[in-house]
């Protein structure tokens, strides 16, 4: 490690001088909305109302003194873009703000978020327990690449509060979940988690990529790290990648200090689109939302459809704690999940589970066949074959990714026109 490295942490943990003037004045206790559109806004000396998008690598120091005092943390200030930036700060604080965190780190993608918590938070003898119901590449860097460094890795049932207790270890360091969980849109009961972590010294790390602090704030409801893929929801119309973690400065300064070593860092322009982004996510969720539990009603009702996997649906096991656990009234998100049957009269022919299912996708006229989801645009996939086709048989079982599972995200369109489009495939099965 070099000399200069721990001055400049001390250094870099401070909030920025150059920094003269937030937009926002947060300690007058504004709302979620109010800051959603203003906060972190750094305003230059040009005047300019919205946020500027500052591409630049280094930055310009007055003197050599000046450039020296820089390094050796006598001085705060930005030195270098994979360090700090001006556009990327500004999301990271807007967002921060909105997750009610003291501070967020953006990564260059959400899996760069996950890789940062796992370099921050574990070594090797650690162990990693985690749900077994994930985005597909995290399971893959876990049982891949953290397990290549030594880190234990084991998952349980998310939703089995008994299961995540007994599968506790001596050496388990973090407890990772999604909720809504991918594919299936299961709900950890974050509360319970947070309680068992802290009577065992784990840090509760929760990926909040499907519900945003729009839906749910996992740190008021007991986490340590909140994780983001800012690549769905954040930006909401499927343009850049980019990721982050919120939680307390002191975790958040490991964090940061993991990318900038490692060079995860978020580009400044991704970070433009992702602050104005954040302007709107509580209105567009509302509106996926809403477009979401239409689509599952339809969903659940209709013939050819054998499960519908939504936390919305009132039937669902974990409505009751979705509700409880999300401070928007009525909403649950809006990825599901939903099998459908392997075959059905219409057409007399028999259809496997994968053919009914890639019937069901190819018949859509207007929904776009991708795996991105949290879009403007709704989205359908077949996990199986696509997101989860590099897992082992085994660990596709154990996410509860069958051949007949479908993965929905529902976009803004008219929601009588996605329901029309999802019906094509179904009537005909
Ligand atoms: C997409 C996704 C990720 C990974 O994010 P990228 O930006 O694609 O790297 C992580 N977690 C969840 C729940 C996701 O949907």
Redesign the pocket.
Same mark, same amino acid.
């Given at each position: 490690m070099s000399q200069s490295q721990p001055r400049d942490e001390k250094n870099l943990n401070k909030v920025d001088p150059n920094w003269r003037s937030d937009a926002l004045n947060l300690d007058l206790d504004y709302g979620m909305q109010t800051i959603a559109v203003r906060a972190g806004q750094h305003r230059t000396d040009e005047g300019e109302h919205s946020e500027a998008i500052f591409t630049t690598s280094s930055y310009v120091y007055e003197s050599a003194a000046d450039a020296a005092a820089h390094f050796n943390g006598d001085k705060t200030g930005n030195v270098y873009s994979r360090h700090t930036n001006p556009s990327v700060r500004t999301f990271e604080r807007r967002l921060a703000a909105l997750e009610n965190g003291e501070r967020a780190v953006a990564t260059a993608?959400?899996?760069?978020?996950?890789l940062t918590m796992c370099l921050a938070y574990l070594k090797a003898g650690d162990h990693l327990l985690a749900a077994n119901q &994930?985005?597909g590449?995290?399971i893959g860097l876990f049982n891949n690449y953290m397990a290549k460094f030594g880190v234990e890795v084991s998952y349980v049932d998310c939703f089995d509060n008994e299961a995540w207790a007994n599968a506790v270890q001596p050496n388990t360091k973090v407890i990772y979940c999604?909720s809504p969980? #991918?594919p299936l849109a299961q709900i950890c009961d974050i509360g319970y988690l947070s309680q068992l972590c802290k009577a065992n010294d784990i840090l509760l790390v929760v990926?909040n990529?499907?519900a945003t602090p729009a839906l749910q704030r996992p740190l008021d409801l007991g986490a340590d790290v909140v994780?983001h893929?800012?690549?769905?929801y954040l930006d909401g119309q499927g343009r850049v &990648?980019?990721?982050a973690l919120v939680g307390s400065d002191t975790l958040m300064q490991e964090a940061f200090t993991v990318v900038r070593s490692g060079g995860i860092s978020m580009s400044p322009f991704n970070a433009w689109v992702f602050t104005k982004g954040l302007e709107t996510l509580k209105l567009r969720m509302q509106a996926h939302c809403q477009n979401a539990n239409q689509v599952a009603e339809f969903l659940v009702n209709h013939p050819n459809v054998s499960t519908v996997h939504f936390s919305g649906l009132s039937d669902h096991p974990a409505h009751e704690l979705a509700t409880r656990q999300h401070h928007m009234k009525g909403g649950y998100g809006a990825i599901m999940g939903f099998e459908v049957k392997s075959s059905a009269g219409a057409d007399s022919s028999k259809r496997d589970s994968k053919a009914a299912a890639w019937h069901v996708i190819d018949s859509t006229q207007m929904v776009s066949i991708t795996n #991105? &989801?949290?879009d403007a645009k709704t989205t359908i996939t077949h996990p199986a074959t696509t997101t989860h086709f590099r897992l082992s048989a085994e660990a596709r079982a154990e996410a509860g990714v069958n051949d007949s599972l479908i993965r929905l995200s529902v976009g803004l369109e008219d929601v009588e026109d996605i329901i029309k489009d999802l019906a094509r495939g179904l009537d005909s099965l």
């Open positions: 993608s959400g899996m760069g978020a996950i &994930l985005f590449s995290s999604e969980s #991918n990926d990529c499907f994780i893929s800012a690549t769905k &990648l980019g990721g #991105n &989801l949290g």
